[in-house]
């Protein structure tokens, strides 16, 4: 891994909020106070790393429609219970959510539980999005993104993509990986450096990880399940993709979900949750249970990056894994091994 790895980013937001949190609950502690409440569990953001990869797979499945038919009726949900009501139903989900696969037989999937957090607040990148300029470059993106069919035109014109800065800094473009035969997309926030340099998404020590999940856990070989990232081109020095960046890359996201109509989604870290659910929330908030999106489910989980980082967390993971695994009726070994 080098310095300039993402999960070692000591600026992040979070790790900053994490510090700020620890800092009150000394300070309150201190004090003797009594109420002071029990911090919340929450993600770490995602990491790129940097190893030697393999070549990209070819994309673009043929569909499986006996795996979905043959889902699995899902446990109890956990609420992670904030009690707040459900997302706003114009998000990015909904983007998210093809019409085939609003048709798609998920009827033994239950109906979502209330997402316990609040519908995404507006951003600075949201209020960015009134200006018109802006608006009409997201526009322009979305319109390119439609006019794609397959997932190899859409491979294409993400290649070419020039909309946000980020194309004057990538190597090149990570579109995806994986054959996806058994449906599942796997969701990371943006690439990092070694992903920069293969152009193929998770291949560096958290990609080896979440390799480890899909192979020593699922049981699984990692070209069965789609992998791709919110953001299709890496930021520099490892940082957060920012919100104007994010908006103007995720119609090549959505449109990419329904090229694919996968029969479920595991967003991996808060970033890619959010943007999957809509929703701006803690990953406490988000993980351990089932959403649905236009009828497909969405199982978030930590970021493989948060777990090289938090070991102990590998077993919720493998909770939300076997969780998915059962939602499309594949048999989920008792045993992690990751
Ligand atoms: N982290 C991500 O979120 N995506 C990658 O492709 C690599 C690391
Ligand atoms: Fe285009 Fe996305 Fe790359 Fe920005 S990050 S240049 S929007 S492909």
Not at 54 to 77: L, V
Not at 176 to 201: C, H, K, Q, S
Not at 261 to 274: S, V
Request: charged content about 25%; some cysteine.
């Amino acid at each position: 891994m080098s310095a300039s790895d993402r999960d070692d980013d000591p600026r992040t937001e979070l790790g900053r909020l994490a510090g700020a949190l620890e800092g009150h609950v000394r300070r309150t502690r201190a004090r003797g106070a009594r109420r002071t409440p029990a911090p919340k569990r929450r993600s770490a953001p995602p990491a790129a790393t940097k190893e030697p990869a393999s070549a990209p797979s070819a994309p673009a499945a043929a569909p499986q429609p006996d795996r979905r038919a043959a889902a699995a009726p899902a446990a109890p949900r956990v609420d992670a219970g904030n009690g707040r009501g459900p997302a706003d139903p114009r998000t990015n989900a909904d983007r998210l959510a093809s019409p085939a696969a609003a048709r798609a037989p998920h009827a033994s999937v239950p109906a979502p539980a209330a997402p316990a957090a609040a519908p995404r607040a507006p951003t600075p990148a949201a209020a960015g999005a009134k200006d018109s300029a802006h608006a009409a470059r997201v526009a322009a993106v979305r319109a390119r993104a439609a006019a794609c069919s397959t997932l190899e035109e859409l491979r294409a014109a993400v290649a070419a993509c020039t909309a946000c800065d980020l194309c004057k800094t990538r190597t090149q473009t990570v579109f995806m990986d994986g054959r996806g035969t058994r449906r599942i997309l796997f969701v990371g926030e943006a690439p990092g450096a070694e992903e920069d340099r293969t152009g193929v998404p998770f291949v560096g020590r958290a990609g080896q990880l979440l390799t480890d999940i899909i192979t020593k856990g699922m049981g699984l070989a990692r070209d069965e399940v789609w992998i791709a990232n919110v953001v299709k081109c890496r930021p520099p020095e490892n940082r957060d993709p920012t919100p104007v960046e994010k908006e103007l890359c995720t119609p090549f996201l959505d449109r990419q979900v329904e090229l694919m109509d996968p029969a479920l989604l595991i967003p991996l870290g808060r970033h890619a949750a959010m943007h999957v659910l809509g929703l701006e929330a803690t990953m406490g908030a988000m993980r351990g249970q089932v959403h649905t999106r236009g009828g497909r489910p969405i199982v978030p989980t930590f970021h493989p990056a948060y777990l090289l980082r938090s070991p102990g967390e590998k077993k919720e993971c493998w909770k939300d894994i076997q969780k998915a695994m059962e939602l499309l009726g594949l048999p989920a070994p008792r045993k992690a091994g990751i």
